[in-house]
């Protein structure tokens, strides 16, 4: 067993030093991009113009810069049996070229990371948000006994970007990826680009189609503007985290470090059909997972709330309540030109989760807020 940890000179999080920053940032701002932080990260907020680039996102091609994203690389004969036995999804069975979304969950059965799985030759690649990066190594070092597996951090040494919207398998045509539209989700490929070797795998995290690609990180100045350049036909256009944000929202889908947190449980995100194989025998926190399932209980469980107005000034998690108890936490929210009103992902107690019910979310004064069903619904 071996680790080979990032760059020694970025912040320490519990015995981890967290990589700096894979994107230069400058040839982003002479982009137009605004910054901001979400989930503890640095990211583009937006590149000017952030309900133009919804409509680019829905309609046409956007190009993201994905600095929220990090990329564990593990390595070993007994890598896919190892990760097999840590995450809620099977791996051991996965072939090169073959991918899917898991949860890593502690003995209570709660999660503590989300990631993707990318099973590349001679290797198994885990995607995952950057700022759980230190909570995933210090994960897996602690199961880590005898077993032939190195992991390696690879975050620093990768340039991230995405293509999203459903024109952005013209684009990926041009770069040697003409049948991106059938591939499957998550099944890494991968393509020579500005000679260079890069991964690209089908994510569709925003709700609409996309495709992420990996590469040196050297070639991530040259990378934007090629891709801008041979997407011009396509009339691709840079986008921010605010437009996919509101996206995924109004899809349903919730994020580590904004809906997903080490309160939750699988079955509550209502993400069971793509995250977790109940087929594959015992792993880390299996027992509650399973539990849960076959006794049909659900404590909580994530819902579409439609709001009244937009908190104002208030930080996520809110307190939602109802009749006078506290039945739920409003984790996220945003004004959704689909829906033509403000909305929000939360969690509410299985009793308040019907379409329909009012609840009250706890600011002063109290919002009110309707669940949905998700996805939210499009305005006719």
Not at 104 to 118: M, W
Not at 195 to 201: C, D, T
Not at 233 to 258: K, M, N, Q, S, Y
Request: hydrophobic share 45%.
């Amino acid at each position: 067993m071996r680790f080979i940890a990032g760059p020694l000179t970025a912040p320490t999080f519990g015995g981890y030093r967290l990589s700096v920053e894979p994107i230069q940032h400058e040839f982003l701002r002479q982009a137009g991009g605004r910054f901001g932080a979400i989930s503890g990260c640095e990211i583009v907020a937006h590149f000017g113009d952030p309900v133009h680039e919804y409509e680019v996102a829905r309609t046409g091609v956007g190009l993201y810069p994905a600095l929220d994203r990090g990329m564990i690389e593990v390595t070993g004969v007994d890598r896919a049996a190892w990760l097999h036995n840590l995450t809620t999804n099977a791996v051991r069975d996965l072939q090169p070229g073959d991918g899917n979304y898991a949860f890593a969950v502690n003995l209570k059965g709660r999660i503590l990371f989300d990631l993707n799985v990318l099973v590349c030759p001679g290797a198994i690649r885990l995607d995952l948000h950057r700022r759980a990066l230190p909570v995933a190594w210090n994960h897996f070092n602690r199961y880590l006994i005898t077993e032939d597996v190195t992991l390696e951090d690879m975050t620093a040494s990768l340039a991230r970007f995405a293509l999203v919207g459903p024109r952005a398998p013209e684009v990926a045509a041009k770069i040697g990826l003409p049948h991106a539209a059938v591939m499957a989700q998550l099944g890494p490929a991968f393509i020579d680009l500005l000679g260079k070797r890069a991964m690209v795998y089908r994510h569709e995290f925003a709700g609409v189609f996309g495709l992420e690609i990996g590469l040196p990180a050297e070639l991530a100045d040259e990378a934007w503007s090629h891709l801008l350049e041979v997407g011009r036909p396509a009339d691709i256009r840079p986008v921010g985290r605010a437009a996919l944000r509101t996206l995924r929202i109004e899809a349903g889908i919730p994020a580590w470090g904004e809906e997903i947190d080490e309160e939750v449980l699988p079955a509550e995100t209502l993400q069971l059909d793509r995250a977790v194989s109940f087929n594959k025998g015992c792993y880390l926190g299996h027992e509650v997972i399973e539990r849960l399932r076959s006794h049909h209980a659900l404590p909580r469980k994530l819902v579409g709330l439609r709001l009244s107005q937009l908190p104002a000034g208030a930080a996520s998690p809110i307190s939602i309540r109802a009749e006078d108890k506290t039945v739920g936490r409003l984790m996220s929210f945003c004004h959704s030109p689909a829906v033509g009103a403000p909305v929000g992902l939360g969690y509410l107690v299985s009793a308040c989760a019907h379409p329909g019910t009012t609840v009250l979310v706890a600011t002063d004064p109290p919002i009110h807020a309707q669940v949905t069903t998700l996805p939210f619904q499009s305005v006719k």
